[in-house]
């Protein structure tokens, strides 16, 4: 099984951002699909998380600009990032809660990461 992020980039303070992540590889199901963020020096941190059942939930301090979304018939979670502000630079990851098999453990799998800058 595989993540792969894309869509990071360079852009200046209001701008936007479309990070999409892909899975691939042999799979059952996934459940939980969220992104993580991690600036220089800190901490990985939750920014976004999405149920199987389509629940979103967000950290603070990007709630109401940022909206994650996935779909399921191309195994993919997207990440829209509006309103961007220099606080928001740091590599994102994507992450899903996998199963394999029917009957086997579900298990936690990470992309590659995709920097986001956001300049003043």
């Known amino acids: 099984v595989q993540l792969q992020a894309f869509g990071g980039g360079l852009v200046q303070l209001g701008g936007f951002l479309r990070l999409s992540c892909v899975v691939s590889?042999?799979?059952?199901?996934?459940?939980?699909m969220a992104w993580y963020h991690q600036a220089p020096g800190k901490q990985r941190e939750l920014v976004a998380a999405?149920?199987?059942?389509?629940?979103?939930t967000y950290t603070d301090s990007v709630q109401g600009r940022f909206t994650i979304s996935r779909d399921d018939n191309k195994n993919t979670v997207y990440l829209q990032m509006n309103s961007l502000k220099p606080e928001d630079t740091a590599v994102y990851y994507c992450?899903?809660?996998?199963?394999?098999?029917?009957?086997?453990?579900?298990?936690?799998?990470w992309g590659q990461g995709t920097q986001v800058t956001v300049s003043s």
């Open positions: 992450n899903a809660a996998i199963k394999r098999a029917r009957w086997g453990e579900e298990n936690d799998y």
């Open positions: 590889g042999s799979i059952y199901r996934i459940n939980l």
């Open positions: 999405i149920t199987d059942m389509g629940i979103a």
